[in-house]
C-alpha cells in the first residue's frame, strides 16, 4: 500500500509520519531531506528541486512497492499536482493508495510549533508562518478521498484512527504484478 501524507509544514504530519511507519514496520520516504541533499550535492537552488525531490522519492517508493513493502510518503502535497504523483504510481502499480491529511485546528499552536521547529535537515530552510498561509489554499479545493485527523489529538488516538482508515483501503490480496510499461523499468 502506498500511503501519501499531506499537511502544511508545521502541522505534525512528519511527526504521525514516523509514528505510523514505526507502527506498521514500513519505508518513509521524505520529500524535504531529498530537495536538501540536491543542494548539497551541488543543484542550484534556482533549479526545479522541490518538483525533483517528488519526482525521486516517487522512484524510490516505487521501488519499495515492488519489493512488497508498505511506503509512507511525507511531502505537503498541497496542490493536485504533487498528489497526482501518488495516484499514478498506485494505478501503475494496482496498488492501494490512502491519503492522511493532518492538520493544526490551533492556528497559535501551529504558529508555535512551526516558529520552534528545529529539524536536523542541513541547510533546508524552515518555512515562514506567512509562506504556510498562503499555501492553505491547496488544501481548500482537496476534495479527493482522504482521512484528515487534527495534530490537536493525542498521537496514539490519531494513529489508531489512521490504521483504522488504512485497514478499510488495503485489499486482502495485494500482491504486486510487475507491468510490462516500460516506463516502469
Known sequence: MLIAMAGLPGSGKSTVSVELAQALGCALLSVDPVEAAMWHAGVGREQPTGLAAYVVVEFLAREQLLIGNDVIVDAVNDVDLAREHWRSLASRLELPLAFVEVFCSNEKEHQRRLAGRQ???????????????????????????????????????????????????????????????????
Open 119 to 185: 529539524r536536523d535537515i542541513k541547510g533546508f530552510p524552515e518555512p515562514t508562518w506567512q509562506s504556510v498561509v498562503e499555501r492553505r489554499s491547496g488544501f481548500d479545493d482537496w476534495d479527493g478521498d482522504r482521512v484528515r485527523v487534527d495534530s490537536m489529538r493525542p498521537l496514539a488516538d490519531i494513529v489508531a484512527t489512521v490504521l483504522e482508515y488504512l485497514a478499510s483501503r488495503r485489499r486482502p490480496d495485494t500482491t504486486i504484478q510487475p507491468s510490462g510499461d516500460p516506463n516502469l523499468a
